[in-house]
């Protein structure tokens, strides 16, 4: 490795240097960083056939309809001694529905299409996946990419609905231009009403849109979207990724929502939480395969002590397949415009910025402190949306002041837009 990153050359780095010469001092660790970025790409292109096909795991993973109306069921789950499919379709038997242990702890389950031809699974049929562990437990969990979770009134956990509407929503407004200066609106669907409920997408598409736009507004950023069972989060304690939250409607009225903004020239963007994950069992991902290390660290670096949250493991090959993979969900399925990434500074250090203070000196940005996994997973996923949607905006959460944070990718930078700096409001750095 050593030798690869001595040979490593950073096209604009100079142009980062000129800009900043304090940086100069630092050039082996841009360097180091743009040289781990290369070989993960490189290794998507030999392994996987490159970032357009890897990050399109959503067609494989979670249920996928075939042309013949049967079903199959793909998960990952390396430390589980057995998987099975329970739901009302089969009268929630554990066992009469196995998956098939495939290579590199993949499972898979085909459902073939009823006698008539229509899916083996009727569209809203509840489901759950019962994962048999080497020490004997029976656990009930929900597909990590499950496209829809609903909670039933009184009840505690949430259940995985099959979502495959026999008429799904078509969009019909094309994506507006990407805005020259983003005047933002940051929104939460379930607060946007001053009735004493949890309002809806409808009611954010019909009395809320029109009103942002009259006010001048050209961008919204919508918070609380991913599904997460504690409401008081405000959608920071992620428990599906893949699914809209059930709370305010069904997916396809988050696709109506978002066609109304374009059509007002209003781009959306989504909080996209991956710095962190509930640490929920029966309705997140911990401990989907009984294990403390499918997607997350093992503790104690998989444990945010401040959050009471999972800490993902970006230099896992299949997290980082679903992570990238839900990024580009979310842009294909519900046509968003781009991401406000959510806790970056939590992501960039090894201490979270639990009780650290900065100041500004650069050896702060630098150094073992930096968990440069994860520093690099944002890297490659800017790099692989801005390649992918040219017009793609992405926001840095950030408090430290990382420097770079907004430099492109070929310049040695993390490759984001903008920078949203929460102690100081309203303050956005290009």
């Known amino acids: ?32 960083r743009y040289g781990l970025l290369g070989k993960q790409l490189a290794a998507l292109e030999e392994r996987e056939g490159g970032i357009d096909q890897f990050t399109r795991a959503y067609e494989t993973f979670g249920v996928q309809r075939r042309h013949d109306n049967s079903l199959v069921f793909f998960e990952w789950a390396p430390a589980a001694e057995a998987l099975f499919l329970a739901g009302d379709f089969n009268g929630w038997d554990k066992f009469s529905h196995r998956y098939t242990k495939q290579p590199f702890g993949k499972w898979e389950l085909v459902i073939p299409a009823k006698a008539d031809g229509s899916p083996g699974l009727e569209h809203g049929s509840k489901l759950k996946v019962v994962v048999h562990t080497e020490n004997g437990e029976r656990l009930y969990r929900i597909s990590p990419w499950a496209k829809y979770v609903t909670q039933q009134e009184n009840a505690r956990v949430y259940d995985w609905v099959h979502w495959d509407p026999p008429e799904p929503y078509t969009p019909v407004h094309k994506r507006p231009d990407k805005p020259r200066s983003l005047r933002i609106y940051e929104c939460h669907v379930g607060i946007a ?29 919508m918070m609380a979207v991913m599904e997460h069972a504690y409401y008081a989060s405000f959608g920071y304690q992620i428990t599906s990724f893949f699914a809209a939250s059930s709370r305010y409607g069904t997916p396809e009225d988050l696709k109506r929502l978002i066609d109304a903004a374009h059509a007002l020239g209003i781009v959306v963007l989504l909080d ?26 093992a503790p104690p670096r998989g444990q945010h002590s401040l959050w009471d949250s999972r ?11 679903f992570l990238l993979s839900n990024l580009r ?25 639990i009780a650290v203070g900065f100041s500004g000196d650069y050896s702060e940005y630098f150094g073992l402190q930096v968990d440069e996994d994860s520093l690099v997973y ?29 430099r492109g990718v ?11 700096a929460m102690a100081v409001p309203d303050k956005w750095i290009q």
């Open 410 to 420: 070929e310049e040695g930078g993390l490759g984001f837009d903008y920078r949203l």
């Open 311 to 321: 800490l993902f493991n970006y230099s896992s090959w299949e997290v980082l397949r």
């Open 193 to 221: 009403s001053p009735e004493g409920k949890v309002a809806s997408y409808s009611n954010f598409t019909a009395n809320v849109l029109p009103r942002i736009k009259d006010l001048g507004y050209n961008c919204i950023q």
């Open 378 to 406: 944002l890297m490659l996923a800017n790099h692989i949306l801005h390649t992918l949607y040219p017009t793609c905006i992405t926001i840095a959460e950030d408090v430290s002041g990382m420097p770079a944070l907004c």
């Open 272 to 297: 996209m939480v991956h710095s962190h994950a509930s640490k929920n069992t029966e309705d997140g991902l911990n401990r989907f395969d009984g294990s403390d290390s499918c997607f997350f660290h």
């Open 329 to 353: 969900w979310w842009m294909e399925e519900y046509r968003f415009d781009g991401f406000r990434f959510d806790g970056i500074t939590s992501m960039l250090y090894h201490h979270h910025g």
């Open 1 to 32: 490795m050593a030798d690869t990153e001595d040979n490593v050359s950073i096209p604009g780095l100079n142009s980062l240097l000129q800009m900043d010469p304090y940086l100069k001092s630092y050039q082996k660790d841009f360097e180091r």
